[in-house]
């Protein structure tokens, strides 16, 4: 497995940005899809978000229409675009890319708390 690296996590208030950035290290190969997922407190990780090498993307309802994937395949990186950010939104947000044999790879996560 290789290491995936989040940044970009914070305390933001209600209705404001952040933008989530993951690297890899030491991969020069590209993985067959990369993604983001999330877990709040006392609740179970779920999917937030994923892109494939084609580019096709996928959103969980809650965060259509602000949120925004995107990856860079060249640098097998992937950014999470999060804006009108509610208290919801609040969890550990974590990158994980999916090998072609279908391995997958996670990274430590960065919080994102949304509070007045």
């Known amino acids: 497995q290789v290491p995936l690296v989040e940044s970009g996590g914070g305390l933001v208030q209600p209705g404001g940005s952040l933008r989530l950035s993951c690297t890899t290290s030491g991969r020069t190969s590209s993985f067959y899809a990369m993604g983001w997922y999330r877990q709040a407190p006392g609740k179970q990780r779920e999917v937030v978000a994923t892109i494939t090498s084609s580019g096709s993307t996928n959103y969980a309802e809650s965060v259509k229409g602000r949120f925004t994937i995107s990856r860079d395949k060249d640098r097998n990186t992937v950014s999470l675009a999060m804006n009108s950010l509610r208290p919801e939104d609040t969890a550990v947000y974590y990158c994980?890319?999916?090998?072609?044999?279908?391995?997958?790879?996670w990274g430590q996560g960065t919080r994102v708390a949304v509070s007045s």
């Open positions: 994980n890319g999916v090998d072609w044999n279908g391995s997958s790879s």
